[in-house]
């Protein structure tokens, strides 16, 4: 009889590769990039396992280098998105019934390829399709998306499917069964991190559920790429469906079918409360009540105590703020710094910053690569010459652009005299980090516009040698921040150490990478069997 104690020791962080010169981890790396940078992929839909191509086609190129057309894609139409739902309507009858150890085997034959020989591959291609380096697309798109798939194994095998009622009195026996939703989940997925991108529709599908994945259009070539694995990884067709596409037309479609049971989604804090009151003004279409889960913006922050180390507070806020060029929703953009101390991390900032190399990620000795499209190359160069043209902002370090051969943009340093400053409010999604500079001998009204400033709530950071001081900002700040660091960066959680997600404006605060996520994916059903039921309806005190 096959063992039916499916439970399992708590998985080790995948570690992370260096990349150092002439390491032939780099060497294999830099041979798959060029190959990868060599060719033009004709992407198509995937839907129940076959390939669509519906002949609109949209191009994917490089944000470093414009000519580099990396992949042209075919965007579903409203005929492939109903055909979507079709696939997931009937992958659900089977895919819903499959032992969790069978699905748990698939999710960790993907991690198992992803270590090994997908590695290169989905590295290289986030390299390219998102420009980031080899250190960043590292830790993202293979550390963080393996401890992804091992971590959720482990929490739904030992926290999910073993949580079961305490006490079944004698003469009978009481069970949880935890069900899938009845439906699709809509999975609405991020450009900036492949990781995410695979986990949201990937969690759904490890509970048992089904997922219409709508990849970010500027993200084509890596997410395919992910498709694939998970095909490799034996997931059954139609349980996961690849729609890119008109996000407006593609979301109408979805939201407004019966079948739509949940939405895992990633992106803006606009486009998440859009998708809120469609799925308000559809209830009575649908067949159950949709889990919404999401995780949106971003003001993310570093609060400065006098008591600082002033070089660990540098270092941790050019990391925080310009890794990735900003693009990350825990990236620091906000930094409180009292006066008695700002002329220190202020020298050893720009110092630092003079240094930064900003290029292709093929050239393995850069820092930063380009933003991700022209939008986002406005908005931010935009709001760097407000700061300019403003009188009491002053750019510190940096503020340059080039958008000749890609979208870079020169990490920003800007002190703002006013606390509410555009920069110090708003989401730029770039490297830009913005300073307010506060009387040291009035902590609580720095603390209160740390706190008020801005409606998000996702990451945050102090630093203080003084622990007790440390203490008291942590408790001050602590609905400021879903993510809190003390004396490090406020970006970089990793699985099974920081489950990740933020609340006020910043999303729906489930955690991914933990069972906080995973529960929100099931239907739980308690079972009660009697053994011998009463025969007479008569109770005792009935004489």
């Not at 949209?58 to 139409?77: G, I, K, Q």
């Not at 939405?263 to 469609?278: E, R």
């Not at 001998?441 to 630093?463: H, I, Q």
């Amino acid at each position: 009889m096959m063992n039916t104690d499916f439970t399992r020791s708590l998985p080790p962080n995948e570690v992370i590769r260096g990349y150092a010169p002439g390491a032939a981890e780099t060497k294999s790396l830099a041979k798959r990039l060029a190959e990868l940078s060599s060719e033009t992929l004709e992407i198509p839909c995937i839907v129940g396992g076959e390939e669509i191509r519906t002949g609109d086609i949209h191009e994917n190129r490089a944000p470093h280098d414009h000519s580099n057309v990396l992949c042209r894609w075919h965007a579903a139409n409203p005929d492939v998105v109903e055909r979507a739902i079709v696939a997931s309507r009937e992958a659900w009858l089977e895919w819903s019934e499959t032992p969790v150890h069978v699905r748990v085997a698939i999710f960790e034959k993907a991690a198992t390829l992803l270590a090994g020989p997908w590695r290169d591959t989905i590295n290289a291609a986030t390299m390219l399709n998102q420009s980031k380096t080899c250190f960043q697309a590292e830790i993202d798109a293979a550390c963080e998306l393996i401890d992804f798939w091992r971590f959720n194994n482990y929490y739904v095998l030992n926290q999910v499917h073993s949580e079961q009622p305490p006490h079944s009195p004698s003469g009978m026996w009481n069970v949880l069964d935890h069900r899938p939703l009845e439906g699709f989940v809509y999975a609405v997925t991020p450009f900036n991190f492949t990781s995410i991108a695979a986990n949201l529709p990937g969690a759904p599908v490890l509970m048992g559920n089904v997922s219409l994945w709508k990849p970010s259009n500027h993200s084509i070539l890596s997410n395919y790429y992910i498709m694939k694995l998970y095909e490799a990884a034996g997931l059954p067709p139609g349980v996961i469906n690849f729609i890119p596409g008109d996000p407006a037309a593609i979301t109408q479609q979805l939201m407004t079918s019966p079948e739509f049971s949940g939405l895992h989604y990633t992106g803006s804090t606009a486009v998440f409360q859009h998708l809120w009151k469609v799925a308000a003004e559809n209830l009575p279409n649908y067949r159950s009540y949709p889990r919404i889960v999401g995780e949106t913006g971003g003001k993310d922050f570093i609060f400065v105590h006098e008591s600082a180390d002033a070089e660990a507070t540098a270092v941790a806020a050019l990391r925080g703020s310009f890794e990735y060029q900003g693009q990350k929703c825990s990236a620091a953009s906000r930094m409180y710094v009292p006066r008695n101390r700002w002329s220190e991390i202020r020298d050893r900032l720009i110092a630092d910053m003079q240094t930064i190399r900003m290029g292709d990620p093929a050239d393995f000795s850069n820092f930063i690569g380009a933003v991700i499209h022209e939008q986002s190359f406005e908005k931010i160069t935009g709001a760097i010459q407000h700061a300019r043209d403003t009188p009491g902002a002053s750019i510190v370090q940096g503020g340059e652009s080039n958008r000749e051969q890609g979208w870079f943009v020169q990490p920003t340093l800007i002190e703002c005299d006013d606390p509410q400053f555009r920069t110090m409010q708003e989401e730029l999604f770039g490297p830009v980090l913005s300073v307010h500079v506060y009387d040291e001998n009035n902590l609580d009204e720095a603390l209160r516009l740390c706190d008020e400033t801005s409606p998000y709530a996702l990451t945050g950071a102090v630093f203080s040698q003084d622990r007790v001081e440390a203490e008291r900002i942590s408790d001050r700040l602590r609905h400021a921040a879903g993510n809190f660091y003390i004396n490090d960066k406020p970006t970089g959680a990793v699985v099974g150490q920081q489950p990740f997600g933020g609340a006020r404006a910043s999303g729906t605060d489930d955690k991914a990478g933990s069972v906080l996520n995973l529960l929100r994916w099931v239907a739980p059903r308690t079972v009660k069997e009697t053994f011998d039921p009463p025969r007479d309806y008569r109770y005792p005190h009935m004489g």
